[in-house]
């Protein structure tokens, strides 16, 4: 056995991967106790991305559907949530069952027609999609044309009213994990498997009956309920939400996180996440590269994927 | 996916990124107005500068940023507010409200004694609660959507003037070179679609009808169904609320389609780019402005003083962010002390003289004597309009 194959086995043992993963949640829980709301946010800000990469990671790097529209996904739950909120005066945690009811409609009537066809397809119609949505909530009167919605009310847990960046941090902490536990129970699951069928050989997968337009259609859903709800806790947690905060950038910007780390690896992902957030910000500081930390960020990614096309941490093929 | 398409996928995103990112994300500078010297015993009074200093709107907040630190240097050699010398620290909002929440979050935990700036009101419209939420001042030099002052929130004061005075000043324009039918054309941001709705609402009233309203993809490089669309509407005058990259390419291809009335241009695409991009399509343009410090009583000493420390010219906002800092200055003097509530209820009641106009606020905060200037493009420059 080769050092580094011996050091991958010990590293995918079970008892060193649940101790690492104990240590880390301490530490991340930890973390504002010795950090400044500058720290916090910027932490926050990965997190937020981890669920958004973790969402789309079940339709791209489990199904292997490739969606170029993941933001109009978070689009839908967060305007969804704003409006209720704003204009109906709902409590926000009764805004999520219809946040998740929007989001399954809206994916099945794009993904029934479309899922039929190979994934190629889908990239086009979900950029289409994702444009449609954000036009729309540019123009409509309710969801506040180019202005969007602004002072959307902070909601309240267990009587605590989450203002501060602190509360957040811990509301979206406990959201990754939530997430991470679901992705890694799907991952599991037959569903699960039958998905990395789909993805390594659609048709050997549905010459050996599994349902392939179906179970597609359920990935393509459940990431899109991800992305949901992941928006609407970005409506209260922001407080104002506009048409500029979900344009195809964004949509760009989750991708390259889930392809960055990894596609279909849970870890690979949030590490992703977590690299795509993080990184400009440690060179922000930096003389002269600070200026240009976003080209250097660009030329690393380039290397990254040419020197590892699976991404930083892959799914090692069993 | 084939691994092939993967990879070229990857690649493709990956220069999308550096492409878009180029404009993203934020940075942070803090300086001393340049050479404020020693501090001395006393505290030094920390302002926040919140403007975007990367992004497509960059060159604006580097000008107010600019402008904010001349302000400062003198008020320091004068012996500074209340015996303490200003320091300045600026966090970049990048015009995005995602960047502009880490902004507010980063000056928030630097302990800030005020916040100014604000360049992007959707940007602003962000930061906004978060100040609020700490019981901080924020001074807004240059957003002017309405929907800012709307929030209600009492620590914000805007003092630039809002959109609706801009459309006051087009109505005497429309008025003094005799057209009845104005067409208003925006580009679906948040400041072009308020200008214009505003627009639509206070035309009428002078008698000038709105021949029609019309929207121009942001980055749009054809027109021409706009154009025609204008041109069958028969107006006689052409309003663009837009910013000036997309405007030039709207005044051209208005020339170019036939169209011979006047066009005039809000105050987003008040600045001397529009006239090198348009070039000779540009000529007689008119822009209901923000007070350009040329024209302004007094100007020729900032714009001089503004060269001697930046060896740039001062832009479109200079004068606000300058008067920014007096303002505050003025009213931390009267309030006597940095207590939040007492300064802004020294805010409301100013009634300053600066560079920009008289400062003086109404009940919900905004700019009560319009600041709006005319301009005309004449011979390849900005001359003032007086009517």
């Known amino acids: 056995m080769k050092l580094r194959d011996r050091i991958s086995s010990w590293l995918e043992s079970k008892f060193i991967q649940a101790a690492a993963s104990a240590a880390l949640l301490a530490f991340m829980a930890l973390l504002p106790l010795f950090t400044d709301n500058y720290y916090q946010n910027i932490v926050w800000n990965a997190f937020f991305y981890m669920l958004l990469a973790l969402g789309l990671n079940i339709i791209v790097g489990y199904c292997g559907l490739c969606d170029l529209g993941y933001a109009s996904k978070f689009a839908i739950g967060a305007y969804t949530t704003g409006i209720l909120i704003k204009t109906y005066h709902w409590n926000f945690w009764a805004t999520l069952p219809v946040s998740i009811i929007i989001s399954i409609v809206s994916s099945v009537i794009i993904g029934l027609p479309t899922l039929k066809l190979r994934s190629d397809y889908l990239a086009i119609v979900t950029l289409g999609f994702a444009e449609i949505v954000r036009i729309t909530a540019r123009n409509l009167k309710i969801t506040g044309a180019a202005t969007g919605l602004i002072a959307i009310p902070r909601p309240t847990f267990f009587g605590i009213r989450l203002v501060k960046i602190t509360h957040w941090y811990y509301v979206f902490l406990i959201l990754v994990v939530i997430y991470i536990i679901i992705s890694f129970r799907i991952r599991n699951s037959r569903f699960g498997r039958a998905l990395a069928y789909i993805r390594e050989d659609e048709d050997a997968a549905e010459a050996m009956g599994v349902n392939t337009s179906l179970y597609k259609l359920y990935a393509y859903v459940l990431g899109a309920v991800l992305g949901g709800v992941t928006g609407s806790f970005y409506a209260v947690k922001m407080t104002s939400i506009s048409p500029g905060s979900f344009d195809f950038n964004q949509s760009v910007n989750v991708l390259l996180a889930v392809i960055l780390g990894g596609m279909g690896k849970v870890p690979g992902v949030v590490l992703g996440a977590a690299f795509f957030a993080l990184f400009p910000e440690f060179f922000r500081d930096i003389p002269v590269i600070g200026d240009m930390r976003m080209l250097f960020f660009g030329l690393l990614l380039i290397a990254v994927i040419i020197a590892k096309p699976q991404g930083l941490w892959p799914e090692r093929n069993k | 996916m084939h691994e092939k398409l993967k990879k070229t996928l990857a690649l493709l995103l990956a220069a999308l990124a550096i492409a878009s990112f180029a404009a993203g994300c934020g940075g942070t500078n803090s300086g001393g107005g340049g050479g404020s010297g020693g501090s001395g015993d006393e505290e030094e009074i920390l302002i926040g500068v919140m403007v975007p200093t990367s992004g497509s709107e960059a060159y604006y907040g580097t000008d107010m940023y600019q402008s904010y630190m001349l302000a400062v240097e003198e008020i320091n050699k004068a012996g500074g507010v209340l015996g303490r010398k200003l320091t300045l620290l600026q966090a970049d909002d990048g015009c ?203 100007g020729d000493r900032f714009v001089a003083d503004f060269k001697a420390m930046h060896n740039l010219e001062p832009g479109a906002y200079a004068t606000l962010a300058y008067d920014t800092i007096y303002v505050l200055k003025e009213a931390i003097e009267k309030a006597g002390t940095l207590d939040t509530g007492a300064v802004k209820d020294a805010v409301q009641n100013i009634n300053y003289k600066g560079l920009s106009g008289t400062i003086k606020f109404t009940p919900d905060r905004e700019l009560e004597i319009s600041n709006f200037i005319i301009i005309q493009i004449v011979d390849g420059d900005f001359q003032l309009v007086t009517i």
Not at chain 2, 128 to 145: G, R
Not at chain 2, 209 to 234: F, H, L, M, P, Y
Request: charged share 20%; with cysteine.
């Open chain 2, 96 to 298: 995005d409200s995602n960047i502009a929440t880490s902004a507010a979050e980063l000056l928030i935990s630097k302990n800030v004694d005020f916040v100014v700036g604000g360049y992007c009101s959707g940007a602003t419209v962000a930061a906004m609660q978060l100040y609020f939420d700490e019981d901080l001042l924020l001074l807004i030099s240059a957003a002017n959507s309405t929907g800012i002052t709307q929030l209600g929130l009492d620590t914000c004061f805007m003092l630039n003037s809002p959109g609706s005075h801009a459309a006051v000043t087009l109505a005497d324009l429309c008025k003094s070179v005799g057209s009845s039918k104005v067409a208003l054309i925006h580009n679906g941001d948040e400041y072009p679609q308020n200008l214009s709705k505003l627009c639509e609402d206070e035309l009428p009233k002078h008698g000038i009808e709105i021949a029609t309203v019309q929207v121009v993809d942001k980055g749009a490089s054809d027109v021409s169904s706009v154009v025609t669309a204008i041109r069958n509407a028969e107006a006689d005058f052409v309003y663009w609320c837009g910013y000036h990259a997309d405007g030039s390419n709207v005044i051209k291809q208005l020339r170019q389609g036939g169209y011979e009335g006047d066009i005039a241009v809000g105050d987003g695409s008040a600045s001397v780019e529009l006239i090198t991009a348009c070039g000779d399509a540009g000529e007689g343009v008119y822009v209901t402005s923000p007070p350009f410090v040329r024209f302004a009583e007094g």
